[in-house]
């Protein structure tokens, strides 16, 4: 299927545990994007790249590791979860459309215990 | 600090009237500007945007509009319909290629 697709779409974890949550793009767009949406917060970057090899934090990437070997996967590690990255993630890719329009991702709910 | 501000959290609006959406932002170094919808358990998508060199731009019942003195854009949907009851996101950035910084969206609620 082409777009964007984020798995799994609903995770239950506990705290500690490592947690992967994957982002796969059929379009070869250059740059990805990981956000997190809560409640009064909106939606907050937390990792962004512009190409495969090539990542930077965004304002909340405390608690995520990402890496980005392929152009259409971008997965979000959270190496030891906690109870407040409760959240729903949301990736996002961008094409040379030059007006800075991101494509999303359906969202993963993640409920840490 | 918040550099994308929308300070209404929620909106109730009747079938057929104006809704109007507000946004501000403080970084006078933001050039492009778009807002987003978003249904619940769905990921935003892109509705309108505008950069920092028009002040108006329209699409079909969807206009935003841009004042750079103020710092403030705004989303006008005439005439709003049942099927608008989302939540809609302003986002800027500086240019087309760095991460969108988004504000905290507002609430609408078309009533029929």
């Known amino acids: 299927d082409a777009g964007i697709t984020q798995s799994p779409r609903y995770k239950i974890t506990e705290t500690g545990r490592q947690v992967t949550l994957m982002c796969h793009q059929t379009w070869s767009h250059s740059y990805m994007f990981w956000y997190r949406q809560d409640l009064g917060h909106g939606l907050r970057l937390i990792y962004y790249?512009?190409?495969?090899?090539?990542?930077d934090k965004g304002e909340v990437p405390d608690g995520y590791v990402v890496s980005r070997s392929k152009t259409e996967n971008f997965p979000l590690t959270l190496e030891s979860a906690t109870r407040s990255q409760t959240s729903v993630y949301f990736c996002a890719s961008l094409g040379v459309s030059g007006a800075n329009v991101l494509t999303f991702g359906a969202g993963s709910r993640l409920t840490v215990l | 600090d918040q550099q994308v501000k929308q300070n209404s959290p929620s909106l109730s609006v009747q079938e057929g009237r104006i809704s109007i959406l507000n946004c501000d932002y403080t970084?006078?170094?933001?050039?492009?500007f778009l807002w987003y919808k978003k249904y619940p358990a769905e990921g935003p998508t892109f509705l309108i945007s505008?950069?920092?060199?028009?002040d108006k731009n329209e699409d079909g019942r969807f206009t935003v509009f841009l004042n750079k003195s103020a710092k403030h854009l705004s989303l006008h949907i005439v005439p709003s319909q049942p099927g608008d009851s989302a939540v809609y996101f302003c986002?800027?950035?500086?240019?087309?290629?760095?991460?969108?910084?988004f504000g905290k969206g507002t609430r609408l609620s078309v009533i029929a």
């Open positions: 505008i950069s920092s060199i028009k």
């Open positions: 986002a800027a950035s500086a240019r087309w290629d760095t991460p969108l910084v």
């Open positions: 970084n006078s170094m933001f050039d492009y």
């Open positions: 790249s512009a190409a495969a090899d090539i990542t």
